[in-house]
C-alpha cells in the first residue's frame, strides 16, 4: 500500500511518518502538520531581476521593489523550484496549504479498503 498523497506537483504526504516529501527526489521535508516552506530553501528576489525595465524612466513596467518581492521556494534535496510567492516586503510568508493529517489518513485507508483500492 502506498502511503504517499500527492498535494502539488512537486509536494506529497507520506502518511506513515507525517512528513511532507519532495515528489522529484523524496527528500523529507519536514513536517506534514507544520508549512512545509519551513523546510525549503528560501530565494529572496529583486523584481526587476525577473521582470526587467521594458523602457526608460519611472514607469518602466518593472515592479517596484519597495512594493513588492518575489520569494522562491527550492527543495534542498535537488534543487527543484516547489513554490513561488509574491509579497509586500515585511510581509510574513503565508501558510498556504494546512492539511488535517487524520482525516487524510482515514480518507487514505476507507479508500484502500473499497474493492479495487490498494488494500493489502
Ligand atoms: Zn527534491
Keep these: 500500500m502506498s502511503a504517499r498523497v500527492r498535494m502539488t506537483e512537486y509536494l506529497e504526504i507520506d502518511l506513515e511518518s507525517e512528513r511532507w516529501r519532495c515528489a522529484v527526489c523524496e527528500h523529507a521535508i519536514g513536517p506534514a502538520r507544520e508549512d512545509y516552506k519551513r523546510g ?7 523584481p526587476r531581476d525577473i521582470y526587467p525595465a521594458r523602457i526608460d524612466g519611472e514607469l518602466s513596467f518593472a515592479p517596484d521593489p519597495r512594493w ?4 522562491e521556494f527550492y527543495c534542498p534535496g ?3 523550484q516547489v513554490e513561488t510567492e509574491y509579497l ?4 510574513p510568508l503565508t501558510h498556504d496549504i494546512e492539511i488535517d493529517v487524520d482525516a487524510l ?3 487514505h485507508a476507507a479508500h484502500a479498503a473499497e474493492p479495487g483500492g490498494e488494500g493489502e
Design 78 to 80: 535537488c534543487g527543484t
Design 68 to 71: 513588492c518581492r518575489i520569494v
Design 40 to 46: 525549503l530553501l528560501l530565494y529572496d528576489r529583486d
Design 105 to 107: 489518513k482515514a480518507q
Design 88 to 91: 509586500p516586503p515585511g510581509h
